[in-house]
């Protein structure tokens, strides 16, 4: 199974800091990797699929890049509804699995 | 607009049996892989299963292998989880989504479904 590490786990930055999340996988996995935000008591959101295509709707501060076994996600001025968590997702085999989550908080 | 809503969650106790569904609309059902992720109270996401668009393919994590079951109904825009030999480790709150067909990322996720299996 791939597995997939997430750095920082926990992150505390201000509104207008630049956010660098980085996730790296077990062995390459090509670009097939996604980044999600997750609120509390919501269900995930999909920000970036195929490690660097923004989903549609998804704010431009966003972006991804990376391939085989390095990503990153960077959120290019933090905003106030950006303070939630963020999960990695690889999707070049089965089972598909999630890195362990990114959580950015105030500071 | 895309529209996935779980339903089927519940208490149950050790050892029994539940299934979730998932109702779609707004998409051409048949057409999209839909998968199902659980997330533990104060943990992080784990893959569950998925079904393709047909039905004909599924896959499952480890950890569920051989007690659960997805299948679909395509004329009722349905996909379902039956969980079956639950543990008080499947705790947790279950989300459908529906699959890109090119990336394979979760573009759209129902609000989810809470199972509690407690004694």
């Known amino acids: 199974d791939i597995q997939l590490t997430q750095s920082p786990s926990f992150l505390s930055a201000s509104v207008g800091d630049r956010v660098t999340i980085t996730c790296r996988a077990s062995q390459g996995i090509s670009s097939y990797l996604a980044w999600y935000q997750q609120k509390p008591g919501k269900a995930p959101k999909l920000l970036i699929y195929a490690a660097s295509t923004l989903q549609s709707g998804v704010p431009s501060r966003f972006s991804g890049s990376g391939s085989g076994t390095e990503f990153t996600l960077t959120i290019s001025s933090l905003q106030p509804e950006d303070f939630a968590t963020y999960y990695c997702q690889q999707l070049n085999s089965y089972p598909v699995t999630f890195g362990p989550g990114t959580k950015v908080d105030i500071k | 607009e895309v529209q996935l809503l779980e339903s089927g969650g519940g208490l149950v106790q050790p050892g029994g049996s539940l299934r979730l569904s998932c109702a779609a609309s707004g998409f051409t059902f048949s057409s999209y892989g839909i998968g199902w992720v659980r997330q533990a109270p104060g943990k992080g996401l784990e893959w569950v299963s998925t079904v393709s668009g047909s039905g004909g393919s599924t896959y499952y994590a480890d950890s569920v292998k051989g007690r659960f079951t997805i299948s679909r109904d395509n004329s009722k825009n349905t996909v379902y989880l039956q969980m079956n030999s639950l543990r008080a480790e499947d705790t947790a709150v279950y989300y459908c989504?529906?699959?890109?067909?090119?990336?394979?990322?979760?573009?759209?996720w129902g609000q989810g479904t809470l199972v509690t299996v407690s004694s």
């Open positions: 989504a529906k699959k890109a067909r090119a990336a394979g990322n979760f573009d759209s």
